[in-house]
């Protein structure tokens, strides 16, 4: 087991599936940290795409998690912080796709 600490390079990507999607930019982000569970099981590195919805005030209401790569081993630090992401006020029930990258540095 190591006991170092482990930094995470956590890029989030909007993913445009819509042209209103397009102006969708968080004006605050929460950064995941790496989860803990990833370093006992010696994963060094992972992928979760997520579907926000906003509501018109501009918070997230929702997180869904679309896929992940190793399977569930980042999904509830990407959940915690993605649901502290504001956005822009603008209509309710707007959603965007974020892809986190997660990488040992």
């Known amino acids: 087991m190591r006991t170092t600490t482990l930094g ?3 890029t989030a990507a909007l993913l445009v599936s819509f042209a209103a999607a397009a102006q969708l930019h968080p004006v605050s982000k929460v950064d995941p940290e790496f989860p803990r569970e990833a370093q006992l099981a010696s994963v060094d590195k992972g992928r979760v795409k997520a579907r926000l919805t906003i509501d018109a005030a501009g918070e997230v209401t929702r997180v869904d998690i679309v896929e992940s790569n190793p399977r569930r081993v980042f999904d ?3 959940t915690r912080s993605l649901s502290q992401w504001r956005y822009e006020k603008g209509a309710d029930g707007r959603t965007v796709d974020v892809d986190l990258d997660f990488k040992v540095q």
Do not use: E, G, N, S
């Open 8 to 10: 995470i390079a956590a």
């Open 76 to 78: 509830r630090a990407v």
